[in-house]
T-cell receptor
Framework: QKEVEQNSGPLSVPEGAIASLNCTYSDRGSQSFFWYRQYSGKSPELIMFIYSNGDKEDGRFTAQLNKASQYVSLLIRDSQPSDSATYLCALWGSTLGRLYFGRGTQLTVWP | SAVISQKPSRDICQRGTSLTIQCQVD?????MFWYRQQPGQSLTLIATANQGSEATYESGFVIDKFPISRPNLTFSTLTVSNMSPEDSSIYLC?????????????FGEGSRLTVL
């Protein structure tokens, strides 16, 4: 059983479009959800976290959480070539006792 | 934000040898985490290193293969012992952000190991 599943990708969108990255999870006790961005050859960096149902916006990024349906998504508006990276979904819950990462979705934004 | 330095950044190793990866943080932290990222795979937690106690290993990882030291609150090492080609991977050191939110991690630059 995989705790975190991400849409496999790769995902390719034109510059200026909305990129939608999705993640589902299996443990209903999960409490905290994170999106990390990893550029090729670099280490992951945290870009968004969300704890409550609904949307959380930060600039061009919006994280969406639906605990009833057990999914979390990341929307990137006005996508830029600099957004091209692998996006890792991660979650934590007290029952899990540790942070779990998905395998990541590779996003390419073409000019 | 924490600044985490790892070395070596990359190395090519022979089968059967061991390599120690160092991780230095610019601030004192309680827990340090060691992850492995194999090509095309997710980040997998190897162990959690607390200063002054034995590291806590995740299922599938054992101390004999991945001994960890944590001599103080800013430094840790991970040794990959008796390496085989299956150990070829990126090894990452990480710490929590310190904002009190579990799961918010800063990562070192990673150590890319290739075992021949």
């Amino acid at each position: 059983q995989k705790e975190v599943e991400q849409n496999s990708g790769p995902l390719s969108v034109p510059e200026g479009a909305i990129a939608s990255l999705n993640c589902t999870y299996s443990d209903r006790g999960s409490q905290s959800f994170f999106w990390y961005r990893q550029y090729s050859g670099k280490s992951p960096e945290l870009i968004m976290f969300i704890y409550s149902n609904g949307d959380k916006e930060d600039g061009r990024f919006t994280a969406q959480l639906n605990k009833a349906s057990q999914y979390v998504s990341l929307l990137i508006r006005d996508s830029q070539p600099s957004d091209s990276a692998t996006y890792l979904c991660a979650l934590w819950g007290s029952t899990l006792g540790r942070l779990y990462f998905g395998r990541g979705t590779q996003l390419t934004v073409w000019p | 934000s924490a600044v985490i330095s790892q070395k070596p950044s990359r190395d090519i190793c022979q089968r059967g040898t061991s390599l120690t990866i160092q991780c230095q943080v610019d601030s004192q932290v309680t827990m340090m985490f060691w992850y492995r990222q194999q090509p095309g795979q997710s980040l997998t937690l190897i162990a959690t290193a607390n200063q002054g106690s034995e590291a806590t290993y995740e299922s599938g990882f054992v101390i004999d293969k991945f001994p960890i030291s944590r001599p103080n609150l800013t430094f840790s090492t991970l040794t990959v012992s008796n390496m085989s080609p299956e150990d070829s991977s990126i090894y990452l050191c990480s710490v929590e952000s310190g904002q009190g939110r579990t799961g918010e991690l800063f990562f070192g630059e990673g150590s890319r190991l290739t075992v021949l």
